[in-house]
């Protein structure tokens, strides 16, 4: 009896004491601004295994006659020989299986008088229904309208506006993401596309879709007003997901308090005052913090050569991807399978295998992308902050750590696709060929046997994910035929597999001694 109130007079005591912490640490953390703020780790956690280097085949003389002339091409777009360079990659490149959308795209129609017949009665028909308030006639007309003239950019801005005044907002945001994708260059469509995700608590992605658009329109004299909305709904993002942090940091202190009069270790409880703090530190904190493990863990490569070509890649990518917050750092780990993954801030690892396994800078830069936007778009960081509490919950049962993980890097459909998507559009702002995250998704494919590598198992439907791509490629006008970066490439990965080489032989010579 003596125990168990001695035990709840120090549960006491530690709860005053961490919320007197948590509540100094919160008066004191300054308010979120540009320079300070939240991304995310990636799923894709590298589990650390000696692997022996899969025997990579040996090219065809088809396969070599193609590299020579992707070389050439190459060559001649980094000499500025740009229509010669692309009629050489348009040669090579074999067109997507489904290659109509860009045929059937026509150009965007803004005046309702240049609309057809049928579709100016759709258009008269929308109007009297939104003038009589009656949903049935305002909203088939304008469903007509969308699919047969979706070149006409005001009919899917009313359409999204009168779906969301029936409480269908989902569908309304579903409208405006279809047609951006058709007419990413009109700005008035991308800004109520913006406005919509706001509106709808989606900040983040309406910061990027705003800084998507001035990145790739940079001459259109809007381009300003698009990157002061990025600025705008980022900031929004922000102080939403520093207000969930300090939501969290009292829940988290009452568990650390329970767990001590459970288990009557402080462990638990400085483990949960830890994390909460540096929760409260933010994505930065937390990248320096796990990434400054994970460097003594994993032999990291330190080849300059090597580091320098992954830096170069990464910079120019990050360069273009808005959240300049963060140091981005990108480390290379000597493991012969492809796979990748990001921490907060910034912070990308990446197996040497991902550069031996893939046939250019282009899908080396796909991979990259896809990381980086998961970083950007703060897909680790919110599951960190949700699993957070799990975490600290699950750490007083067994297995309770790997539990909290999996919870904390488990990436839903949605943000892979997002991931997609805005890796492509990034490594076509960096100059790359548009189709470098889709031709990754393709030598993947071909190179696996019985299972998938890791970094694709790990993101579902391979097959879909291609498709996607390359309708993502065709509506947007993205441009196949620009830089695919073969014969630098080609060396660095002779020397990655020569590194991997020499750590297989080492391992199997400290076996045997």
Known sequence: MKRTWKSLILACNWILLSVGT????????????????????????????????????????????RQLKLIQADRLYLA???????????????????????????????DPTQ??????VYWRESEAGIASKLQTRTLVPLQLLVDQYPEFIPGHIRFAE??????????????????????????????????????????????????????????????PEFTKLATENLDRYKAYIQEEIRG????????????????????????????????????????ESVAKQAK????????????AYVNEIGQKLAKVAGRNEFKYEFFVIPEAELNAFALPGGKIFINAGAIAKTNSEAELAGLIGHELS?????????????????????????????????????????????????GTRLIVASGYAADGL???????????????????????????????????????????????GVERHVEIKDKVKQLLQDKKEQLEKKQRS
């Open 248 to 287: 969290n940091a009292l829940a988290n202190i009452i568990t650390g308090a329970v767990g001590y009069a459970v288990t009557g270790s402080l462990l638990g409880p400085f483990s949960a005052l830890d994390s909460t703090i540096l929760l409260l530190q933010g994505e930065a904190s937390i990248g």
């Open 438 to 484: 889709r031709n990754l998704m393709v030598t993947l494919e071909k190179q696996q046997k019985n299972a998938p590598p890791s970094w694709l198992s790990s993101h579902p439907g391979g097959n879909e994910r291609v498709s996607s791509l390359e309708d993502l490629i065709s509506r947007s006008s993205y441009n196949r035929y620009a830089y695919e």
């Open 22 to 65: 948590s509540i100094l640490i919160i008066l004191t953390q300054p308010a979120p601004t540009p320079a300070q703020a939240p991304p995310a780790p990636s799923t894709e956690q590298p589990q650390p295994k000696p692997e022996e280097a899969a025997a990579e085949p040996t090219l065809s003389s088809q396969e070599i006659t």
């Open 80 to 110: 500025g020989q740009i229509p010669e360079a692309e009629k050489i990659y348009r040669q090579v490149k074999q067109p997507f299986a489904k290659n109509n959308t860009l045929e059937q795209r026509k150009t965007a129609v803004t």
């Open 374 to 422: 998961h970083v950007v778009l703060s897909h680790g960081f919110q599951l960190v902050t949700q699993g957070n509490l799990i975490s600290n919950v699950t750490q007083y049962l067994p297995l309770g750590g790997t539990i909290g993980q999996l919870f904390a890097l488990s990436y839903s459909r949605d943000m892979e696709r997002q991931a997609d998507t805005l």
């Open 162 to 223: 009168a779906l969301k005044k029936y409480d269908r907002t989902q569908e309304a945001l579903d409208v405006l993401e279809r047609a951006s994708s058709l007419y990413p260059d009109q700005p008035e469509l991308i800004k109520a596309r913006i406005i919509a995700l706001g509106e709808s608590k989606k900040w983040m992605e309406a910061s990027l879709a705003a800084r998507q658009f001035a990145i790739l329109n940079s001459q259109n004299p809007q381009a």
């Open 115 to 120: 609309l057809s017949p049928a579709g100016k």
């Open 296 to 307: 003594q863990q994993l032999d990291v490569i330190k080849d300059e050569t090597v580091l």
